[in-house]
């Protein structure tokens, strides 16, 4: 059992930057790839990036490439998402997510994660 807890989101504006982050319980956390989702209102869960369990390969929904970084500390059960150049279109709830499994862009949707996070907020204004 892995439990998740997300931090870092809020109101921001248009250009400005959040760091989101996410800690795990659990011992076995290096052994999982884990990813962040979000949800608009009226909207389906999609995925926004996803990070193998070594950290090596990340994977990026094409909307917040070049944007958003996605990254992990393993010492520290941890995963972290830095979005950058923030959209009103990024406004939503993120949730973190985990699965043991790696795997390609199109394998990521939300009935492959085993388990999330509660989801932080963040709103963008323009």
């Known amino acids: 059992q892995v439990q998740l807890v997300e931090s870092g989101g809020g109101l921001v504006q248009g250009g400005d930057s959040l760091r989101l982050s996410c800690v795990a319980s659990g011992r076995t956390f290096r052994n999982y790839a884990m990813a962040w989702f979000r949800q608009a209102p009226g909207k389906e869960r999609e995925f926004v990036a996803s990070?193998?369990?070594?950290?090596?390969?990340?994977i990026y929904t094409n909307s917040v490439k070049g944007r958003f970084t996605i990254s992990r500390d393993n010492a520290k059960n941890s995963v972290h998402l830095l979005m950058n150049s923030l959209e009103p279109e990024d406004t939503a709830v993120y949730y973190c997510?985990?699965?043991?499994?790696?795997?390609?862009?199109?394998?990521?949707?939300?009935?492959?994660?085993?388990?999330w996070g509660q989801g932080t907020q963040v709103t963008v204004s323009s």
């Open positions: 990070i193998s369990s070594s950290g090596v390969s990340t």
């Open positions: 997510a985990a699965r043991s499994s790696w795997g390609g862009p199109t394998t990521w949707g939300p009935s492959t994660i085993l388990y």
